[in-house]
């Protein structure tokens, strides 16, 4: 009986340890907040100052049905300036007349996707968002999967577009030119 207690614990924290570790979808580790009213969001690069992020309208064209984060310096027609967050899902505040926007997944070497409300298609946002909870850091920071430090705003390949894009991979760059890619922290502004 005493080995059997002595070994149990012995047994659980070696099937801990073998279990492989993945990005967690649903209440992101390291997240405390997962619902935010009305917000901003602005990328902050260490040596430049800081950009204001929105969501483009598919240059333009307003019935776009994916959009990414850029910046609104570079970005020409927005679909929406502010977000919300609700149960770690991101919405877009729309412009009127523009069906809505919500974040889906994010994958490593990715621009951060916004897809629309069109069709029939059901509200739900990847629960991949939260702020980043440092006790009394203001403003807070987005993360995603739990990870405040994998953004940066990289040019399109296809436009001058500056546009977010998680994890960077050199080797893989698709749709944005590696070398324009600098880190960012994006903070949450109300």
């Known amino acids: 009986m005493f080995a059997v207690a002595l070994l149990l614990p012995l047994a659980l924290g070696a099937s801990a340890l073998a279990t492989p570790t993945a990005r967690q979808l649903s ?67 729309t412009e009127s007349g523009v069906p809505a926007q919500f974040g889906v997944n994010v994958t490593d070497n990715s621009f951060l996707p916004f897809v629309s409300l069109q069709d029939g298609t059901s509200d739900n946002p990847a629960p991949i968002y939260c702020l980043d909870a440092v006790a009394g850091q203001t403003p807070s920071q987005l993360a995603v999967n739990g990870s405040p430090d994998e953004f940066f705003v990289c040019t399109s390949s296809t436009s001058s577009q500056d546009m977010v894009v998680f994890n960077p991979i050199k080797v893989e760059a698709t749709g944005y030119q590696f070398s324009t890619c600098k880190k960012v922290q994006l903070y949450i502004i109300q």
């Open 27 to 93: 209440g992101p580790p390291n997240c405390h907040v997962g619902n935010v009213g009305s917000f901003m969001l602005v990328a902050s690069y260490n040596e430049t100052g800081d950009a204001k992020l929105i969501v483009p309208g598919g240059n333009g064209d307003t019935t776009a049905t994916v959009n990414y984060l850029g910046t609104a310096e570079t970005v020409p027609s927005p679909v929406g300036r502010n977000f919300t967050m609700t149960n770690f899902g991101l919405h877009v505040i």
